[in-house]
């Protein structure tokens, strides 16, 4: 069979209409990263950013179309307020100022064509973001295993990995698998149990993604929207390092029931996690409390405890702050080696000191949730 090409795909697209019935979307010059992967394609559409929701019927339109070529899987097209080069800015009425929450003590105004505000995922309980002010801190490796430790603990889990720029979650659950897509919407994949979707599973793991900000918004859209999650009890966003426009619109317009940092003990990673939980406290997302990982080093030979990014400054920070303290994860070769290897932890040797840590973290995860649920 003959492999796909990238004109392949633009001659499927040169089929559909273009906004308004006028012209197609390759003539109108609307497409731009056209990426062929196997039989996985990709690619986006650029859209005045008011329009984004009325043009829907034209992004799916041009999924259907491409996903006629034989040997295609899977198509992604992405509404993205990005226009190509060479084209000039429509002439137009200021789009008016998206819907957002209540005044808080410091204006924070969601970017434009983002996730229509508090969507509703169906069949999904209670999600929670764990996030951090910087990379680095091994918030990805706390996400998935404080949700294996939720899912010890009798729940349905699903986790969400909401890095796009670097996912994780393929690598630390051991999938590799592509989504499949039943009646237009995708499959979540499974490892060890939890459900999870990831940009990862969509793309090469040497493939960068260099998209801008609209392009970002609109994936992680489709991958909440477009997914048959349900059921869960609880959904785990892996959220990106920072407080840029991604972690913004994620926690303004999805109803997060509560958030948890992960930072390691020394100052330089505290001022980071401060400015990102003051993020979720500006939106009104509780905060459940900090994780402080990295702790201390084990040696793995003599058994010696060494505090080489100090310790505690996590607990203290909480306590100064006046939000719960989670507990504390060591730096340790254990946790290294089953993360790399695709076997976390918490499953790996769940009777391990490590796994009991991560499964008191999960307890306290819980009580917060039952108590901002009774607040």
């Not at 209409?17 to 056209?34: E, K």
């Not at 040997?71 to 100022?97: C, F, H, Y």
């Not at 764990?130 to 996400?143: E, L, Y």
Request: hydrophobic fraction near 40%; aromatic fraction near 4%.
């Amino acid at each position: 069979m003959t492999a796909i090409t990238q004109q392949d795909v633009l001659d499927r697209l040169a089929k559909v209409r273009g906004p308004d019935r006028t012209g197609d979307l390759v003539s109108l010059g609307l497409i731009s990263g056209v990426s062929v992967q196997g039989d996985k394609v990709s690619f986006s559409i650029s859209v005045p950013a008011e329009r984004a929701a009325e043009l829907e019927p034209m992004r799916q339109a041009a999924e259907k179309s491409v996903s006629e070529l034989a040997g295609i899987d899977k198509v992604m097209a992405i509404l993205t307020a990005e226009r190509a080069q060479g084209q000039a800015a429509p002439s137009q009425a200021p789009a008016p100022e998206p819907p957002r929450l209540k005044p808080v003590s410091q204006k924070v105004t969601p970017p434009k064509g983002g996730i229509k505000p508090k969507m509703e995922i169906p069949g999904v309980g209670a999600i929670i973001a764990v996030a951090s002010g910087k990379g680095g801190v091994g918030k990805s490796t706390t996400s998935v295993n404080l949700a294996l430790a939720l899912q010890a603990q009798g729940m349905k889990v699903g986790v969400l990995d909401a890095d796009i720029y670097g996912p994780s979650m393929p690598r630390l659950l051991g999938v590799a698998e592509k989504p499949q897509a039943i009646e237009g919407r995708m499959q979540p994949l499974e490892g060890f149990g939890l459900k999870v979707m990831s940009m990862g599973f969509l793309v090469d793991e040497d493939a960068p993604m260099i998209w801008r900000g609209p392009m970002v918004i609109s994936a992680l859209t489709q991958m909440l929207r477009d997914v048959d999650w349900a059921p869960l009890d609880v959904m785990i966003v892996d959220m990106p390092p920072g407080t840029g426009d991604a972690q913004l619109t994620l926690s303004q317009n999805v109803p997060l029931a509560g958030a948890v940092i992960v930072s390691t003990p020394q100052d330089i990673a505290l001022i980071d996690a401060r400015k990102g939980l003051n993020m979720f406290r500006k939106v009104e997302v509780p905060i459940l409390g900090i994780i402080e990982n990295m702790s201390y080093f084990l040696c793995p030979s003599c058994g010696d405890r060494s505090d080489i990014f100090g310790h505690g400054g996590a607990r203290d920070e909480a306590k100064r702050l006046g939000i719960p303290f989670l507990g504390e994860i060591p730096l340790h070769m254990d946790i290294r080696r089953n993360s790399d290897g695709g076997t976390p932890i918490v499953v790996a040797d769940p009777k391990s000191l490590h796994s009991q840590a991560y499964g008191d973290i999960a307890s306290g995860v819980r009580d917060r949730l039952k108590a901002e649920a009774a607040a």
